[in-house]
């Protein structure tokens, strides 16, 4: 074990310090090429989004796309470690079918597909936020439907555990279709909370490292490379993306995060009970994309608006709060989610 933690802790500094030489150039070649954020002036729903405007006008032109860098770095570790193994410097590669193949296929279809949302969104292509995603909706549920499928038939997979609440429940051909959904839910949730400087990836970033603990003790240590290079990536990420913001990550990023945590949650559900214990340290996001789920239903059903604007990040601004105070109290916050995840998880383990 001592030897497997050696080999991931040295995977993590060289994914970081690689971010950290690669971040500053990539950031000049984007303001280089003028690719700066575009402000929406519309809301999901076709409505005005004054609100939104005035409170983030000032980061018009920020460059963006921090997702293509992160994927360039993910794919020169995933070399590096193929290289390695070939050398006998290390004792695996990050490409096996047996633990990681359904995760860089998630990370990597997702964030490559949406490396072209964020080009349109840059060159001004798309007025409102998301509308391109509408166009590409049947590449999301085609990847989303593959993945299911990918659990249920090629690894049997057609329970859940929802431990504490319950044991193992069959859903036979239900199986895909819940995840299917839960996919969809997960990768939009984060793209939607993405929305303040160090918001999303600092929420993210504190769930990761509570899958790369309960993923080494299970022992698929393939996997918690695979979160430590993107934690690694994160990290890194940081020192630019702190308020005020010198990158911003895109949805190719936002994107690439959601399908890698979705499928992270459907292989701990093959070894134990997270189905539950995830509800709890991804209650953040559910919070934040419910508030903006419950806005576009009061604009349809009622005519008028439920909040003065949303997702709640957005409100808590309009109330007058800092967007340093609202993602250094997310963070406190989701810390304390983190460490009950961690003690029910090891609780469930232990027994």
């Known amino acids: 074990?001592?030897?497997?933690?050696?080999?991931?802790?040295?995977?993590?500094?060289?994914?970081?310090?690689?971010?950290?030489?690669?971040?500053?150039?990539?950031?000049?070649?984007?303001?280089?090429?003028?690719?700066?954020?575009?402000?929406?002036?519309?809301?999901?729903?076709?409505?005005?989004?004054?609100?939104?405007?005035?409170?983030h006008k000032h980061k018009e032109g920020t460059p963006t796309m921090w997702g293509w860098l992160f994927l360039l770095i993910m794919g020169i570790m995933l070399i590096i470690s193929v290289f390695l193994k070939r050398k006998g410097r290390t004792t695996y590669s990050l490409i096996t079918r047996s633990e990681t193949y359904i995760l860089l296929f998630g990370f990597f279809s997702m964030g490559l597909i949406w490396i072209i949302d964020d080009f349109l969104n840059i060159r001004g292509k798309w007025k409102i936020k998301w509308l391109s995603a509408k166009a590409k909706l049947i590449g999301m549920f085609l990847f989303a439907g593959?993945?299911?499928?990918?659990?249920?038939?090629?690894?049997?997979?057609?329970?859940?555990?929802?431990?504490?609440?319950?044991?193992?429940?069959?859903?036979?051909?239900?199986?895909?279709?819940?995840?299917f959904?839960?996919?969809?839910?997960?990768?939009?949730?984060?793209?939607?909370?993405?929305?303040?400087?160090?918001?999303?990836?600092?929420?993210?970033?504190?769930?990761?490292?509570v899958l790369a603990v309960v993923t080494f003790f299970n022992g698929t240590y393939l996997a918690t490379t695979i979160i430590g290079i993107t934690i690694a990536s994160l990290i890194a990420f940081m020192f630019f993306n702190i308020n005020p913001a010198k990158i911003f990550m895109g949805d190719s990023g936002a994107l690439a995060l959601g399908w890698l945590l979705s499928c992270l949650l459907y292989i701990l559900n093959m070894r134990m009970g997270i189905f539950i214990p995830f509800l709890v340290i991804f209650g953040l996001f559910i919070v934040d994309t419910g508030s903006s789920f419950l806005q576009i239903l009061s604009k349809k059903y009622r005519k008028k608006k439920l909040f003065a604007t949303a997702p709640l990040h957005h409100l808590l601004e309009h109330k007058g709060i800092s967007e340093a105070t609202i993602v250094m109290?997310?963070?406190?916050?989701?810390?304390?989610?983190?460490?009950?995840?961690l003690i029910a998880i090891f609780y469930q383990i232990a027994n």
Request: no cysteine; charged share 10%.
């Open 1 to 55: 074990m001592l030897l497997k933690l050696n080999q991931i802790i040295l995977f993590w500094l060289g994914a970081f310090f690689l971010a950290i030489i690669l971040y500053p150039i990539y950031i000049h070649l984007l303001k280089k090429f003028k690719a700066g954020q575009k402000i929406r002036e519309a809301s999901v729903t076709g409505d005005g989004s004054p609100i939104f405007s005035n409170l």
């Open 329 to 341: 109290k997310a963070w406190m916050l989701q810390w304390i989610l983190a460490a009950i995840t």
């Open 181 to 209: 959904f839960i996919t969809i839910s997960i990768v939009n949730a984060i793209n939607i909370t993405d929305g303040l400087d160090g918001l999303a990836w600092g929420l993210m970033s504190i769930i990761l490292f």
């Open 146 to 179: 593959f993945i299911s499928r990918w659990f249920y038939a090629k690894l049997g997979v057609d329970y859940v555990n929802l431990w504490p609440i319950a044991g193992k429940i069959n859903l036979w051909i239900f199986f895909p279709i819940l995840t």
